[in-house]
């Protein structure tokens, strides 16, 4: 996989996740770091499930290094588990029935579709690197 593909689908996810919380542009530069960011964590996570594999004398990880990484990193499995379920209705709510990916839904826990957790685009010296529309 070449590296700006990679960083695309980075990107991708991560205007994806920065949606979800509300958010309707980013700047470039902005999205930019948190990626890099977001790839340097991803990595450290798997370098240290790649650690507690070798320790145990094998080559390729498995769910129970998965596990131990994410104790390691105070990850609480019930949270992880609870945002992967509000994250799949948040990207297909028909996919488990009802709204609850909707913004106007009362149990959508987002912040409003209108809100501006940065200010405007106008306010900073970079265009936005997505204007958000649904």
């Known amino acids: 996989m070449s590296s700006a593909f990679a960083a695309n689908l980075v990107t991708a996810a991560l205007a994806k996740i920065?949606?979800?919380?509300?958010?309707?542009?980013?700047?470039?530069?902005?999205?930019?770091?948190l990626a890099d960011i977001f790839v340097r964590y991803l990595e450290l996570l798997a370098c240290t499930a790649s650690k507690h594999a070798n320790h145990q004398?094998?080559?390729?990880?498995?769910?129970?290094?998965?596990?131990?990484v994410l104790d390691d990193f105070s990850v609480d499995p019930t949270a992880l588990t609870e945002f992967c379920r509000t994250w799949a209705v948040h990207i297909n709510p028909e996919s488990v029935g009802g709204n609850h990916g909707n913004p106007s839904s009362p149990s959508h826990t987002g912040a409003p579709a209108n809100s501006h957790r940065h200010g405007k685009a106008e306010d900073h010296d970079e265009p936005a690197a997505f204007p958000i529309s649904e």
Do not use: Y
Not at 18 to 26: D, K, S, V
Not at 57 to 64: A, D, I, K, Q, Y
């Open 18 to 33: 920065l949606i979800q919380a509300g958010f309707e542009r980013a700047q470039n530069s902005s999205t930019s770091i």
């Open 57 to 68: 004398g094998r080559t390729t990880g498995n769910f129970e290094d998965v596990a131990r």
